[in-house]
């Protein structure tokens, strides 16, 4: 009998994105999983890496993995933050999750990635997720305003969790960045390993070299120097709107509960160190935001369940929106609540042009807009003020048929409930009823 070529099961050839490395085994990946080509992982020669394997574009189609008890505890703090704090989306829940528990693993770590947790004005929620993460993280060092000096001193070679809260008073203004010079150039160095800071010390003045090296979350008004944020994941948290509830956060009532889970994190992955330095995972994004990334998705994979999936789903996601994300323009809840006026003033229009906006904003002579640049508020200052609350221009119809570019009403609406709920307030049934407007 003539035999038969073996065919490939249709099923073992659909490759999962991206490959998931096996714990403990370098090269190897679980089952189901084709890696791509890497570098060789510690002790591998370069003809051990794996074949490149033909896979789909995204990560979305990634089964979940076999859990191990690390998906579960991760499961258990997620819950412990999302009881006290709204994060902007689920992939920044998970993205701060699995971020609490890299700090437990700082020594297997090339790069500590910083979380920048920042909104558009207060009361968003920045410094009750620094209250969490300071019973969550690994040895943390809490500051607000301290000296260069005092942190790298805080620094050792077994790194702390650095928790620097009200940034803006530190960054806010050109004047005081430029004052702050060398708490940028900290923040910057200790993103890497093996970065130190030179200072002369003691009587005889000798040189002393001092690690940087240590991951940290930094909160505050606006956003933080361009080259900090190029080194972080970045929480844009928002203020809470009508309907939605937190828990208060009680320090001597809550800590212990917070404190459970730490514990069991930290007892998790203690064992996993090494490990965790010989993992190569594939990573949807490149470059800084791959560093920055790559010890949260080690996290995810080492918990395995659905983490693998859910950490490179948040990693494209949020890379993704803060490159297109403005950089430079604060803007500030002043911007809605004057421009909630004047649609107000306009009968509620479902939709006004950018000319039209400037000019009634630049005619406030009680307002700043007419003064932060010679001619007044221009439409690419407006646009990148709009930004920060996700609010863009489009295409917006006349009344005599023709189209300029503009704002619709309906852009607001979210926003202004969040950050001026009492000027001229908007319920849902009032939205409703002046209808959405047309979309540019």
């Not at 406030?364 to 863009?392: H, Q, S």
Request: with cysteine.
């Amino acid at each position: 009998m003539e035999s038969t070529s073996h065919q490939p099961d249709p099923a073992a050839s659909t490759v999962s994105w991206p490959p998931v490395a096996k714990p403990g085994e370098p090269g190897s990946f679980l089952q189901g999983q084709q890696p791509e080509p890497v570098s060789p992982a510690c002790g591998q020669d370069a003809e051990a890496a794996p074949a490149e394997p033909a896979v789909p574009d995204g990560s979305d189609l990634m089964p979940d993995t076999e859990a191990t008890e690390g998906a579960d505890l991760l499961a258990q703090m997620r819950a412990q933050i999302a009881k006290f704090v709204i994060l902007p989306s689920d992939q920044a829940l998970d993205a701060t999750t699995l971020w609490v528990a890299a700090t437990h693993l700082q020594g297997s770590w090339q790069h500590a990635p910083r979380l920048a947790v920042v909104g558009p004005a207060k009361r968003c929620g920045k410094s009750r997720l620094l209250d969490v993460l300071t019973e969550t993280v690994h040895n943390p060092v809490a500051t607000v305003n301290s000296s260069p000096a005092a942190i790298f001193r805080s620094i050792t070679e077994e790194p702390p969790t650095l928790l620097v809260d009200e940034a803006d008073t530190i960054f806010g203004s050109p004047k005081m960045a430029e004052k702050n010079e060398e708490m940028r150039g900290l923040l910057n160095a200790g993103h890497q390993r093996d970065r130190y800071v030179l200072r002369v010390v003691g009587k005889e003045h000798a040189p002393g070299r001092f690690p940087t090296f240590a991951m940290a979350a930094i909160a505050g008004i606006g956003d933080l120097p361009d080259t900090i944020m190029d080194r972080s994941i970045v929480i844009r948290m928002r203020r809470r709107a009508e309907g939605e509830r937190v828990s208060p956060y009680r320090t001597k009532r809550d800590r212990p509960a917070l404190h459970a889970i730490r514990d069991k994190i930290a007892r998790w992955t203690a064992p996993l160190a090494d490990q965790a330095l010989c993992l190569e995972p594939a990573m949807p994004v490149e470059d800084r935001a791959a560093d920055t990334w790559e010890p949260l998705v080690i996290i995810a994979d080492l918990a395995g369940g659905p983490w693998p999936r859910r950490a490179r789903q948040a990693c494209k996601r949020m890379v993704d929106a803060e490159a297109k994300a403005e950089e430079d323009n604060p803007g500030g809840a002043r911007i809605l609540a004057d421009i909630r006026r004047i649609f107000h003033a306009n009968r509620e229009a479902d939709s006004l042009t950018t000319d039209q906006l400037l000019r009634e904003l630049n005619d406030n002579a009680e307002a700043p807009w007419a003064e932060v640049a010679r001619g007044g508020l221009t439409p690419r200052a407006l646009g990148a003020m709009l930004r920060e609350f996700g609010i863009t221009s489009g295409n917006v119809r006349l009344g005599d048929g023709t189209q300029r570019k503009g704002y619709t009403r309906h852009k607001f609406l979210d926003a202004w409930r969040r950050y001026c709920p009492a000027v001229h307030p908007v319920t849902t049934a009032t939205a409703e009823s002046t209808g959405t407007g047309s979309r540019g």
